[in-house]
């Protein structure tokens, strides 16, 4: 099956565990693979050169950076990217293999299927997760935003074809995760200017409860639809604390 002149790029940060399959999956629709690794302690950078990837140092930059720092090395100008955790599925692969790709203004979208281990979370808008992971440098690119960026395009189309996110680990891994990714909002949103509050953690943790389970029917959808309204009340109130936890060591003790 010969590759399309399509780019991909993926960042990673010690993903020796998930960098093989990522790569091995991009294959099938892709002539050209650079990986950007933030400076990994482990066998990552080995393996994804292995795997007949072009590997670019860069500290971390934060999301949006990160993931636009390989565009510029790339020789094509579509450019695919992933994340080291996801990998395309079969039906994806068959619909980006058929794309005419004559109309660089548009980007194209794919479900992304988030899984805890083994366990497909559908419940309370974890599926069908559309995201924009295909499109044109000239036109298209991720906004510069150092967490949660997404891409920006004039135009984008909804292919059903699936990228598979081993999202999770199982639900240790989970809160884990929720405590590193709280941190970097945290980071993020004080870049960004946002100032601390005494309310807006509990404030932001009850919206992001009752949009999971009201707005997003994860109270008719049983203990995955708990788990995910929980674990993203959780996470929306852990980065607001954190973010006036920056603002107290800034100032080198508690807030009045």
């Known amino acids: 099956m010969t590759p399309l002149p399509i780019t991909a790029t993926v960042i990673t ?29 482990d066998r990552t950078r080995e393996i994804a050169a292995a795997e007949g990837a072009r590997v670019i140092e860069q500290a971390y930059l934060g999301d949006g950076p990160q993931k636009a720092h390989g565009v510029p090395f790339a020789r094509n100008d579509w450019i695919l990217s992933l994340d080291a955790d996801e990998r395309l599925e079969d039906d994806a692969v068959a619909l980006i293999r058929g794309l005419p790709l004559d109309d660089p203004r548009t980007a194209y979208a794919l479900r992304r299927r988030n899984f805890v281990g083994n366990h497909w979370i559908r419940a309370a808008g974890f599926y069908p997760d559309s995201v924009v992971r295909l499109y044109h440098r000239g036109t298209s690119g991720y906004l510069p935003r150092k967490h949660h960026s997404r891409v920006e395009a004039p135009r984008v189309r909804r292919l059903k074809g699936h990228i598979r996110h081993f999202t999770y680990e199982d639900l240790s891994h989970w809160i884990r995760r929720i405590d ?56 929306a109130y852990m980065k607001y604390a954190k973010l006036n936890e920056l603002y107290e060591r800034e100032q080198g003790g508690p807030r009045e």
């Open 13 to 41: 940060l010690n993903e020796e565990a998930m960098i093989a399959g990522c790569i091995r999956s991009l294959r099938p629709v892709c002539d050209e693979i650079i990986v950007v690794d933030s400076l990994s302690a």
């Open 180 to 235: 590193e990714l709280s941190a970097l909002d945290a980071w993020a949103m004080k870049d960004r200017g946002v100032r601390p509050s005494g309310w807006r953690p509990a404030v932001h943790a009850l919206v992001a409860l009752l949009r999971k389970l009201v707005f997003k029917g994860g109270v008719f959808q049983g203990a995955d639809g708990m788990t995910v309204a929980v674990t993203t009340a959780f996470n």
